[in-house]
Protein backbone atom coordinates (compact mmCIF):
# COMPACT_ATOMS: atom_id res chain seq x y z
CA UNK A 1 0.00 0.00 0.00
CA UNK A 2 1.35 3.39 -0.48
CA UNK A 3 -0.04 6.53 1.14
CA UNK A 4 -0.64 10.32 -0.20
CA UNK A 5 2.92 11.55 1.03
CA UNK A 6 4.58 8.40 -0.45
CA UNK A 7 4.77 10.13 -4.24
CA UNK A 8 7.03 10.01 -7.19
CA UNK A 9 7.76 12.74 -8.86
CA UNK A 10 9.03 12.17 -12.34
CA UNK A 11 11.00 14.34 -14.14
CA UNK A 12 11.34 14.77 -18.34
CA UNK A 13 14.64 16.75 -19.33
CA UNK A 14 15.06 17.15 -22.75
CA UNK A 15 19.15 15.80 -23.80
CA UNK A 16 21.04 15.73 -26.90
CA UNK A 17 20.45 11.95 -27.31
CA UNK A 18 16.57 11.71 -26.12
CA UNK A 19 14.93 12.40 -23.15
CA UNK A 20 16.04 11.42 -19.36
CA UNK A 21 13.33 10.22 -16.91
CA UNK A 22 14.17 10.40 -13.67
CA UNK A 23 11.92 8.89 -10.97
CA UNK A 24 12.04 10.60 -8.00
CA UNK A 25 11.06 9.26 -4.29
CA UNK A 26 12.85 11.05 -1.97
CA UNK A 27 15.83 8.97 -0.41
CA UNK A 28 15.74 6.81 -4.03
CA UNK A 29 16.25 8.69 -7.40
CA UNK A 30 16.30 6.37 -11.14
CA UNK A 31 17.20 7.94 -13.93
CA UNK A 32 16.94 6.58 -17.35
CA UNK A 33 17.49 7.13 -21.15
CA UNK A 34 14.25 5.99 -22.99
CA UNK A 35 15.95 6.37 -26.24
CA UNK A 36 19.45 4.48 -25.39
CA UNK A 37 16.42 1.27 -24.87
CA UNK A 38 15.98 2.24 -20.97
CA UNK A 39 19.24 2.23 -19.93
CA UNK A 40 19.59 3.46 -16.10
CA UNK A 41 22.02 6.06 -15.83
CA UNK A 42 21.87 6.87 -12.21
CA UNK A 43 20.50 5.11 -9.25
CA UNK A 44 20.96 6.72 -6.20
CA UNK A 45 19.26 6.11 -2.51
CA UNK A 46 20.57 8.64 0.07
CA UNK A 47 22.50 10.80 -2.00
CA UNK A 48 24.82 7.85 -2.63
CA UNK A 49 25.24 6.55 -6.38
CA UNK A 50 25.45 3.09 -7.00
CA UNK A 51 25.66 2.85 -10.52
CA UNK A 52 29.36 3.23 -11.79
CA UNK A 53 29.66 6.06 -14.35
CA UNK A 54 32.47 6.28 -16.75
CA UNK A 55 33.86 10.31 -16.39
CA UNK A 56 34.96 9.97 -19.81
CA UNK A 57 31.58 9.45 -21.12
CA UNK A 58 28.85 11.42 -18.73
CA UNK A 59 29.34 13.67 -16.17
CA UNK A 60 27.72 14.57 -13.16
CA UNK A 61 24.50 15.94 -15.08
CA UNK A 62 24.44 12.61 -17.35
CA UNK A 63 25.29 14.61 -20.49
CA UNK A 64 27.94 13.48 -22.47
CA UNK A 65 31.27 14.99 -22.23
CA UNK A 66 32.64 16.89 -25.44
CA UNK A 67 33.88 14.63 -27.72
CA UNK A 68 31.63 11.58 -26.75
CA UNK A 69 29.08 10.77 -29.80
CA UNK A 70 25.84 9.04 -29.36
CA UNK A 71 24.47 7.44 -31.99
CA UNK A 72 20.79 8.12 -32.12
CA UNK A 73 18.68 6.17 -34.24
CA UNK A 74 21.00 2.83 -33.88
CA UNK A 75 20.14 0.15 -31.71
CA UNK A 76 20.11 0.38 -27.83
CA UNK A 77 22.90 -1.25 -27.24
CA UNK A 78 25.25 0.49 -29.92
CA UNK A 79 23.81 3.88 -29.26
CA UNK A 80 27.16 4.84 -27.32
CA UNK A 81 29.99 4.56 -29.67
CA UNK A 82 32.99 4.25 -27.56
CA UNK A 83 35.69 4.20 -30.53
Given at each position: ?????????????????????????GALTVTAAPGLGGRLL??????????????????????????????????????????
Amino acid sequence: MTAANDAVRVRRTPTAYGELITLDAGALTVTAAPGLGGRLLSVTLGGSEFLYRNPRLLDDDLTPVPGVRTRTGSTAAAAWSTS
